[in-house]
């Protein structure tokens, strides 16, 4: 079984592949409208495109001469889920140090009167 964390983060450490998913995220596209921003050749587009696909985050249809790509909002959950837990974490780390840091300046002012 693919390790689909990994596949996520490692599509989404290309910015070209980030650039096509913020295109995506505005609606289906085609491979040629995918590329048309890029300074790359078709094929190029296409091995990415193979990337964010073989990672769930897009899927290609066929429609006669069109090949057609959408996003897959919902394989992103599981890199966000992943982040979630390390923001919840960060976030009750720094409320400790805020309330320890508060303790130690109410002592100073009480030692301080």
């Given at each position: 079984?693919p390790d689909?964390?990994?596949?996520?983060?490692?599509?989404l450490?290309?910015?070209t592949r980030?650039a096509?998913?913020h295109?995506?995220?505005?609606?289906e596209?085609?491979?040629?409208?995918l590329?048309?921003?890029?300074d790359?050749?078709l094929?190029?587009?296409?091995k990415?495109l193979?990337?964010l696909e073989?990672?769930g985050?897009i899927?290609?249809?066929?429609?006669?001469?069109?090949?057609?790509c959408?996003l897959?909002p919902d394989?992103?959950?599981v890199a966000v889920?992943?982040?979630e837990?390390?923001r919840v974490?960060?976030?009750?780390?720094?409320?400790?140090?805020?309330?320890?840091l508060?303790?130690?300046?109410a002592?100073q002012?009480q030692?301080?009167?």
């Amino acid at each position: 079984m693919p390790d689909t964390l990994s596949l996520t983060f490692a599509a989404l450490s290309d910015p070209t592949r980030r650039a096509i998913l913020h295109r995506l995220s505005k609606g289906e596209a085609n491979v040629s409208d995918l590329a048309r921003p890029f300074d790359m050749s078709l094929p190029a587009i296409t091995k990415h495109l193979k990337v964010l696909e073989k990672a769930g985050l897009i899927s290609k249809s066929r429609e006669a001469q069109r090949r057609p790509c959408k996003l897959n909002p919902d394989a992103l959950k599981v890199a966000v889920d992943w982040i979630e837990q390390y923001r919840v974490f960060w976030e009750e780390s720094f409320d400790r140090l805020d309330e320890h840091l508060k303790s130690i300046t109410a002592k100073q002012n009480q030692k301080g009167k």
